[in-house]
């Protein structure tokens, strides 16, 4: 079969495919050809099983440090002779179960929702068509076309397959869903396409799911199903494949730097434990159980939790997240490529600016319609086919050019004169112009053109101007179409406005007779319009706060070049449109890999772009390390929607293909929703270090107190006595640690954020500042700690004899509660950066507050109810030692505050300032 269909004749063409246009295929051949070629449909990708998807929650680093964590805790808890012991550990167990299937039921339910991408491209194919088979007209399923059959189009059908047209009558084809333009285009079966074409300049051919919008044609089918346009994007979906965010690649990195730590402890204290003395096996169970205890337990919960507080207060504004780990790359993003039709842009073709002979008019003013105004408006509403409804609700038919020409109309309050069309030439892209003749109430006839200007400028032979009628003479000719070209430059679509007053016996004759060439002879040329897509309102303010916020936007489109350097340069997305850096797609095509990865590093524009294009610019920009986000709202968007770190899809006017193949829809189709959407992602982002920092912090400090504890005691006492019970620490880590690490996640946004330059993509969540302030953390909570753990157990020291397990219940409650201060205390510290903790700071998170107070709370039930104390092997403590308590932890918030004042006073220590 003939590969480049659309280069070589007709006759060529169906003689390769054995098909003869009046007779068509024969039964017999299109059953075998459906045999060769499959059916006329999308293939469905293989999707994976709720079971899969549930399963797949289980690999992330920290759920799977948590498993190895349970696992350990079952095994020593059933091989533990010591009653207690065994109880703590088989309530270990039961805690990190359920922190492991709520995490996984959680992220499962978020991604539950099926990859749909092939089914909604499934719907939009055309159910039924006209075909010729057995030399006779048929209807049949589209789904059983083949290469060879001969279809019918008529306006309002939707195109079944990809074909090569036989004749065409003044046919247009909206492609706005595959090729992004915004005009319907007309398609000739006489034109001549060169073989290397893009889709959107293949003006002989039509594709699948795209509509007629005008006229009729016959085509003859040259691809079905998967090697269709259509095909070719499903194809590209079902084999791209989902990347690892950011946000998951850092929790991978920071899961494995949790396990590396987990065993060193493990290690260390087993060694330790040898050199001391102690049994070996004694040690691995008292090693393991400490590693265990030092895994922040709580994180990976905390984290999904966040994430979804995210996804709840974003859907508030319209941006809802398809994908957990999205909302925080959102706030990584580098790039925006953004389609124009339809997002940048309204997708609704629009009168702007209307030029008579002697004026310019700008519509969004308030206007007086004069006479040649009026003429104007009344040429592009009766010279017109479409119809717009009369209901708000209802919906518009027709070439959206012709509807603009009835929208301006009825804006500025066109006089409804009473006028009956008694013929029509239709346009067709030969001509380049519409035709009608129209009669009045009084019988009066008048013939009413529109087109293409230079056209019109050509055939008429006088023009209107200060409400006379003149002469059109070459030097008024060349005049018109300079004031039309300085218009057209700034990629506006135009449409001349001509007409004259016909006697009624000329009108007869000519419409009887057929004689189009007499009777568009001698017409007045009146003025024209200007039409664009204007861009979406509050467009041009988000790309402004873009580029504050250190992004990039980009336009790329299937639209002219022209047309997208203007909507480029009225949103400020480019400075001047002369001086533009923009590239079209026959060149992007002609581009190797590297040289696309140098040019889109200035190139802020791209026109005339294909599906492959997009997918080549997106991979081009990530190649450059860059987070890239791609927001569209068409078919020709999924891939790259897919490809991109982030693919945004309109909510409105979006296809169901986008929005299943993106991982953020806007609800509202407003550009500037993203600008929000990145604002709380760079919070969340914010706030995650926070928790993140928090909880490690913590955890390093009970790494302090238990690694120090059980040295000292070993050294004091010959024995090991730990100053926590691994109860003890699970609590801490899941209960009291929990929910301030959750309010940490709800911190406000700082005012900042949005002038901040993006976050360096490699960057990680641990920096080497950040990991100072945990060791420097973990000391301090680790020394305060011990310290009155050992003053409680003085009276032993002196004695040089080990508590008993009686004794040492008060000394561990002591150094149980010591350690939920400092904690309390650190989640404060953590979230000041390089401000006083006693000043508005200190009240701006209410969330964080109440957790502070709900964990004491919890910890004070610890303390006092009977019930509890039995469990977690504490005992009450008096207001003295309170007292104690208190001060000690008043003494981290002194340091830190010192620390913070010398950072702002002492250039040479700022770098002490903040903690990461």
Not at 232 to 244: P, V
Not at 775 to 801: A, H, R
Request: charge should be negative; proline fraction near 4%; hydrophobic fraction near 45%.
């Amino acid at each position: 079969m003939v590969d480049n269909w659309h280069s070589v004749d007709t006759r060529t063409l169906m003689t390769d495919l054995g098909v003869n246009d009046d007779l068509g295929l024969s039964s017999e051949e299109a059953n075998h050809r459906i045999e060769k070629y499959g059916l006329n449909e999308l293939k469905k990708s293989e999707s994976k099983s709720p079971i899969t998807l549930f399963f797949e929650q289980f690999v992330d680093p920290l759920v799977i440090i948590l498993l190895v964590a349970l696992l350990i805790s079952i095994v020593i808890g059933i091989f533990s002779t010591n009653e207690h012991e065994k109880i703590e550990y088989f309530i270990d167990s039961a805690a990190i179960s359920i922190i492991v299937l709520f995490n996984a039921f959680f992220g499962f339910i978020q991604e539950y929702r099926a990859e749909k991408s092939i089914e909604a491209l499934k719907s939009m194919a055309a159910p039924y068509t006209t075909v010729v088979r057995d030399g006779k007209k048929d209807r049949i399923e589209a789904n059983q076309l083949v290469p060879g059959d001969v279809v019918f189009l008529e306006e309002g059908d939707k195109v079944p397959a990809d074909g090569r047209l036989l004749q065409s009558l003044a046919l247009r084809i909206d492609e706005s869903m595959l090729t992004g333009e915004s005009f319907p285009v007309a398609k000739n079966a006489n034109t001549t396409v060169p073989m290397d074409a893009p889709v959107a300049e293949v003006y002989n051919s039509v594709f699948s799911g795209t509509n007629v919008s005008r006229g009729r044609g016959q085509i003859i089918i040259t691809q079905t199903g998967m090697k269709t346009e259509f095909g070719k994007i499903a194809q590209g979906l079902m084999e791209e494949s989902r990347e690892e965010t950011p946000l998951q690649q850092r929790l991978s990195t920071l899961g494995k730097y949790i396990g590396i730590g987990s065993l060193t402890i493990c290690a260390i204290i087993f060694v330790i434990g040898i050199m001391l003395g102690r049994q070996a096996l004694e040690m691995f169970i008292v090693s393991v159980g400490l590693a265990v205890a030092a895994v922040p337990e709580g994180l990976p919960a905390v984290v999904t939790l966040s994430l979804a507080l995210g996804v709840q207060k974003m859907s508030k504004k319209n941006a809802i997240i398809r994908r957990l780990p999205s909302v925080e790359t959102l706030g990584s993003i580098t790039v925006i490529c953004s389609d124009k039709t339809g997002t940048l842009t309204m997708n609704k073709m629009t009168v702007r600016k209307i030029l008579t002979v002697d004026d310019e008019f700008d519509v969004a003013e308030k206007l007086e319609l004069n006479n040649a105004l009026n003429d104007i408006l009344l040429i592009g509403k009766e010279c017109n086919n479409a119809q717009i409804s009369e209901v708000q609700t209802g919906i518009d038919v027709g070439d959206p050019t012709e509807l603009a020409l009835l929208r301006v109309a009825r804006r500025l309050n066109l006089p409804e004169p009473s006028l009956e069309r008694v013929y029509e030439i239709p346009f067709d892209s030969d001509s380049k112009r519409m035709t009608v003749v129209v009669k009045d109430d009084a019988n009066k006839y008048s013939v009413l053109m529109k087109g293409a200007p230079d056209v019109l400028i050509n055939i008429c032979t006088h023009y209107l101007t200060n409400g006379e009628v003149k002469e059109l003479d070459e030097k008024k000719r060349a005049i018109l179409e300079e004031q039309e070209q300085n218009i057209a430059t700034l990629g506006y679509r135009m449409l001349g406005m001509a007409s004259k007053q016909i006697e009624r016996e000329k009108a007869e004759l000519h419409v009887f007779s057929e004689d189009n060439e007499e009777l568009e002879s001698g017409m007045t040329y009146i003025g024209t319009v200007a039409i664009m897509d204007p861009p979406r309102e509050g467009t041009k303010e988000a790309i402004a706060t873009c580029r504050d916020a250190g992004i990039r936007p980009i336009m790329i489109t299937g639209d002219h070049l022209k047309t997208a350097v203007a909507v480029a340069s009225e949103i400020g997305l480019i400075e001047k449109p002369e001086a533009a850096i923009a590239l079209e797609g026959r060149q992007l095509s002609k581009m190797s890999d590297q040289e696309l990865s140098e040019r889109v590093k200035d190139t802020n524009v791209f026109a005339r772009v294909s599906p492959e294009h997009k997918l080549r610019l997106v991979t081009a920009l990530k190649e450059n390390n860059q987070i890239v986000a791609m927001t569209g709202d068409g078919v020709n968007d999924a891939p790259a929607l897919k490809r991109a770190d982030i693919g945004v899809a309109m909510g409105i006017s979006g296809t169901d293909v986008s929005k299943e193949a993106s991982d953020m829809v806007l609800a509202d189709d407003d550009f500037s929703t993203i600008v929000g959407a990145i604002l709380e992602g760079r919070t969340i982002y914010d706030n995650m270090r926070k928790f993140v920092l928090y909880l490690l912090s913590c955890n390093a400090g009970e790494i302090m107190v238990m690694l120090l504890g059980m040295i000292l005691t070993s050294l004091l006492f010959q024995e090991p006595i730990l100053p926590l019970l691994a109860i003890q620490i699970l609590w801490v880590n899941l209960v009291t640690d929990g929910l301030p690490a959750l309010a940490l996640g709800l911190d406000p946004p700082d005012a900042d954020v949005m002038v901040r330059k993006p976050r360096d993509p490699d960057e990680q969540i641990l920096t080497r500042k950040s990991i100072y302030f945990i060791v420097y953390s973990g000391l301090m909570i680790g020394i305060g700690t011990l310290l009155l753990f050992f003053v409680y157990l003085l009276p032993e020291i002196m004695n040089g004899v080990a508590p008993t397990p009686e004794d040492i219940i008060f000394p561990r409650t002591v150094s149980f509660t010591m350690l939920i201060v400092f904690q309390m205390v650190m989640a404060l510290n953590i979230r000041k950066e390089d401000h006083s903790l006693l000043g508005k700071e200190f009240i701006r998170n209410p969330h964080l507050l109440l957790a502070i107070a709900s964990s004491v709370f919890l910890h004070l039930m610890i303390l006092y109810l009977p019930i509890l104390q039995g469990i977690f092997d504490t005992t009450a403590l008096g207001l003295i030692d309170w007292f104690v308590i208190i001060f000690v932890g008043s003494i981290l918030v002194l340091i830190d505050e010192i620390r913070t004042i010398l950072a702002k006073k002492v250039p040479r220590l700022h770098h002490l300032a903040g903690y990461w």
